[in-house]
């Protein structure tokens, strides 16, 4: 077991990142001749560029930078080593599962025989995919516990509205009209935003002082124009919701669906199934869940798994397996709600979930959840006491941590764990003030409590030099930054001097 760190460790161990003189642009490292491509002699007519151009060229020729291809990969190889990315650093960056994605997966994605596949080829020449993502669709559909599963959604927000049209389109067939769409108040922000996609309604159910929602507020709200109740679980403050029989009962006795975003699958998989727990629909976010480089936007998944009955509403085509073993695209759906999704999805982040779970096999997959739990719980546990946990654990695979300190807030934290190489967690969501840490399964137990070391230090030295906290970061190539000037005063176009 690690002991704390001191401060005075901790300003040792913040070299791990040393400040950095700037690195020049490249307008700035041009000089006029050089050239990174050597281009072959010319073997066609040559044209006047400025007849062929005419407007582009009026204002003389544009300033484009001239740079060798040894300047150039510097360059470029320099500013890389700044970015913060889960290969060098401990990214406990929480709801967004920021974890080490393994090698194996990027091999069996890059395959050329499945990487260089086109969406336009005969179901007989792709084979080996579409048995590929039918096996996929079979491993999630057993994984969520329900029967029927679509690759199409192309990220977690995308399933979130896949799956709600589903519901609509289930809803209408029944006759049914049901414009309202309820969540509690920790909800994700992409899924009242995928209620208004949807032309519904979107209302918070409110949460308990310890953290679950208050399932008799729950049951006052659901009404015959209810579509379906969204919620986390694990939530976005890191409990499991046991409760969710019982919610599902109030909403189906009012024929009310219960969808679960399911992008916190990596706390259960494989110790408990959602739709043995009374789920009808939920999405998966398989870039979170089952790896894959991501972050800011992308590249994702969001697989949307359904109940039995709402099976006929789900886009089309499916992926089928013949009685005579082939695979095929079946577009043979009349009640579908037809493709949400250009070709057959993001087909690079599939096969990379569908190595993932392969490799990790089932007693793999209930590895994950527990050392997710195991994790978050270790970590609680060793800040409990320099850091306010406003919500009583046990935690599932994140928690929220709130800095108690006199004039010092989560971004002056936030800011300070840059100088230990420690990328800052999740600030100011879902609640005021607090930081929301998930350090994910793969984190090895000397990772974990170099940044307990982080946090404690920090809290000491909240408590014994708040000011050379107010100014961090102070190893980092670029140091606070007025957040206020950056975002009202953006300018990021290069000037030339002359
Ligand atoms: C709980 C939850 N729901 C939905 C999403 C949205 O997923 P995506 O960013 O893939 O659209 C996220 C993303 O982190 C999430 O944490």
């Given at each position: 077991m690690t002991t704390a760190a001191t401060p005075t460790m901790m300003a040792k161990e913040n070299m791990s990142i040393q400040p950095?003189?700037?690195?020049?642009l490249l307008f700035e490292q041009s000089v006029s001749g050089a050239s990174a491509v050597a281009l072959p002699a010319l073997d066609v007519p040559p044209v006047d560029r400025s007849?062929?151009?005419?407007?582009?060229?009026?204002?003389g020729d544009r300033p484009l930078p001239e740079v060798g291809e040894l300047d150039l990969v510097r360059h470029y190889t320099r500013l890389a080593h700044r970015c913060f990315s889960i290969d060098e650093n401990f990214y406990p960056l929480g709801s967004c599962t920021m974890k080490y994605n393994p090698r194996i997966n990027e091999r069996v994605a890059a395959m050329p025989g499945l990487a260089a596949l086109h969406p336009y080829q005969n179901d007989a020449d792709v084979q080996g995919m579409l048995e590929l993502l039918f096996r996929l669709r079979t491993d999630l559909a057993e994984i969520a516990g329900l029967p029927e599963v679509t690759l199409q959604p192309a990220a977690g927000a995308h399933g979130e509205m896949t799956g709600l049209m589903i519901i609509n389109a289930y809803h209408r067939d029944r006759g049914e009209v049901r414009p309202k769409v309820l969540a509690p108040d920790t909800a994700h922000g992409t899924n009242?935003?995928?209620?208004?996609?949807?032309?519904?309604?979107?209302?918070?159910v409110p949460s308990l002082a310890g953290g679950h929602m208050d399932v008799d507020a729950l049951a006052k709200m659901v009404d015959e124009e209810t579509a379906a109740l969204m919620i986390t679980n694990p939530s976005t403050v890191g409990l499991f919701d046991s409760k969710f029989s019982e919610i599902a009962k109030i909403l189906h006795d009012k024929g009310a669906m219960?969808?679960?975003?399911?992008?916190?699958?990596?706390?259960?998989l494989g110790v408990t199934?959602?739709?043995?727990?009374?789920?009808?629909?939920?999405?998966y976010n398989t870039h979170k869940t089952f790896s894959t480089p991501h972050g800011c936007g992308g590249p994702g998944a969001g697989p949307v798994a359904v109940a039995e009955h709402l099976r006929p509403y789900l886009p089309k085509p499916q992926v089928v397996q013949h009685e005579d073993g082939t695979f095929a695209w079946d577009y043979d759906s009349p009640k579908s709600i037809g493709k949400v999704r250009s070709f057959y999805g993001q087909t690079g982040v599939l096969v990379r979930a569908y190595a993932y779970i392969r490799s990790l096999g089932n007693d793999g997959l209930v590895d994950v959840a527990r050392k997710a739990v195991l994790n978050a719980n270790y970590l609680a546990v060793r800040l409990?006491?320099?850091?306010?946990?406003?919500?009583?654990?046990?935690?599932?695979?994140?928690?929220i941590a709130v800095p108690e300190f006199e004039g010092v807030n989560e971004v002056d934290i936030a800011k300070r764990?840059?100088?230990?190489?420690?990328?800052?967690?999740?600030?100011?969501?879902?609640?005021?003030?607090?930081?929301?840490?998930?350090?994910?399964?793969?984190?090895?137990?000397?990772?974990?409590d170099r940044f307990v070391d982080a946090m404690l230090a920090i809290a000491d030295e909240a408590k014994n030099d708040p000011n050379h906290?107010?100014?961090?970061?102070?190893?980092?190539?670029?140091?606070?930054m007025d957040v206020v000037a950056a975002n009202r005063k953006l300018d990021v176009r290069w000037k030339p001097t002359s």
């Open positions: 950095q003189s700037p690195t020049p007849q062929m151009l005419g407007a582009m060229l009026a204002e009242p935003a995928s209620c208004t996609m949807c032309g519904k309604t979107y209302s918070q219960l969808y679960m975003d399911g992008a916190n699958m990596n706390a259960m199934r959602p739709g043995d727990f009374g789920v009808d629909v939920m999405h409990k006491d320099a850091y306010k946990l406003p919500f009583d654990g046990p935690y599932a695979h994140e928690f764990l840059l100088d230990s190489g420690i990328h800052p967690p999740t600030m100011s969501w879902p609640i005021a003030h607090c930081l929301m840490i998930e350090p994910t399964e793969t984190e090895s137990k000397a990772t974990l906290l107010k100014n961090a970061p102070h190893n980092t190539p670029i140091q606070r």
